[in-house]
């Protein structure tokens, strides 16, 4: 066994080409005739075969590198006996004119895939080919001679895609259960309600799509919970009950107005284009016993805490009653998703798709708060911004949190008319 330098061959008009293929690595066994590199010039591109057989000791050249005739490719570990490696010798010219042969060929816009094995595209379009993955040899050129453009490249993709998506299935999970429920107990089987079922896949799509990320704070309702708890119908005396969550409503509104970006949506984000919303449609999840709704209060900027709460009350009774119509659970601007009636804190909530953020509300409680300089009870809410990253970062969500704090605070409650 002997070592063999393997060098660039005569490439005629070829000099100072790129690399832009290496196609063998140290330890690798390869025949001749093997490809070892592909270089690419503004005409054409073409590849570099082995004139031995052996195994890759050392590779002298890389992807980028510039190349002519003579420069070393690598150093073979060459299998032949010296008979066969003389042999062998006398072919080498051969080879070379059938190199020659090839790039004649491909200069002149005419593929022979018996000898190349490459098809016939311009620099330009094998670089497009590389970078989306597509091996151009399965491409059909619809230009002359079947050369091979950008748009090809395209189609062929496009097409591909399509049967994708016409007979992907959804695949099993990797781990499958060894033994059934029932071999453990007694078990029950019932349908799982259809509204979860039609909400499991927005759900799903929602979560592999966008980028979750979470924030949380908490925002100090103490003069708002004060305000609420006060308000009497000026007739009659009687306490006007109005739920917190309206006045949550109102607050994201005013958010919104000042964050534009978390009114907005992304429906492909390959095109580089956001859909900034002028309306203020606010979600709102609805808790039913056949799964979670998310009906939208309508233009809520343009109305009164008093009939938003009316419309939540009543929204909330349709959903309920599986009356809600269909067009009603979408187009909305953000969601709002609350927990307070029930209990617990901080939560992440999942982003309802298209929309770009999401704002959770846990249950309100009372808290000793060093304030103005001395502890004070105030009436704390948690709250958790969950926001598609791909819009929004957490400098902008962070300070989103601050103005719905705000807006929650102390000076905002009086300010809402009832």
Request: charged fraction near 30%; hydrophobic fraction near 35%; aromatic fraction near 6%.
């Amino acid at each position: 066994m002997s070592d063999t330098e393997i060098r660039v061959p005569n490439i005629g008009e070829f000099k100072d080409v790129e690399v832009i293929e290496v196609l063998v690595i140290e330890g690798q066994e390869i025949k001749k005739n093997d490809p070892l590199i592909t270089i690419e010039s503004d005409k054409s591109s073409v590849e570099i075969p082995s004139v031995f057989d052996g195994k890759v000791k050392t590779l002298k050249i890389k992807v980028g590198d510039k190349v002519s005739e003579g420069n070393l490719i690598l150093i073979l570990e060459e299998k032949l006996e010296t008979k066969e490696k003389t042999r062998e010798n006398k072919i080498v010219k051969k080879s070379f004119e059938k190199i020659q042969e090839i790039k004649s060929e491909i200069k002149q816009n005419f593929i022979n895939n018996k000898i190349t094995n490459i098809s016939s595209a311009s620099p330009k379009a094998r670089k497009f080919a590389r970078e989306l993955g597509v091996n151009i040899n399965q491409v059909t050129g619809s230009e002359k001679d079947g050369r091979i453009i950008e748009d090809d490249i395209k189609k062929f993709v496009a097409t591909k895609s399509k049967i994708f998506e016409e007979t992907k299935e959804v695949k099993p999970d990797k781990i499958q259960n060894e033994f059934e429920h029932s071999d453990f107990g007694q078990v029950e089987i019932k349908d799982i309600p259809r509204v979860k079922k039609i909400a499991s896949k927005y759900l799903t799509n929602s979560w592999t799509t966008i980028p979750h990320v979470t924030n949380h704070d908490e925002a100090d309702i103490t003069e708002m919970e004060n305000f609420r708890n006060s308000l009497t119908d000026m007739y009659s005396g009687e306490e006007i009950k109005i739920t917190p969550l309206a006045f949550i409503i109102k607050a994201l509104v005013s958010s919104l107005k000042k964050f534009p970006s978390f009114n907005s949506s992304i429906d492909k984000i390959e095109t580089g284009k956001m859909t900034l919303k002028k309306y203020y449609h606010i979600g709102i999840a609805v808790d039913t016993p056949n799964g979670l709704m998310v009906p939208k209060i309508r233009n809520a900027n343009n109305k009164k805490i008093s009939l938003i709460n009316k419309e939540l009350k009543e929204v909330s009774e349709l959903c309920r009653n599986l009356k809600i119509a269909k067009k009603e659970l979408f187009g909305g601007s953000m969601t709002i998703t609350s927990l307070g009636g029930i209990g617990g804190s901080f939560f992440t909530p999942i982003i309802n798709y298209p929309e770009v953020a999401i704002l959770g509300v846990g249950r309100s409680q009372k808290k000793q708060v060093f304030l103005n300089g001395k502890f004070q009870t105030r009436i704390t809410l948690p709250i958790s911004l969950s926001y598609d990253h791909r819009i929004i970062d957490g400098a902008e969500a962070a300070r989103f949190n601050n103005e719905i704090k705000e807006n929650l605070g102390k000076n905002f409650a009086y300010k809402l008319a009832v």
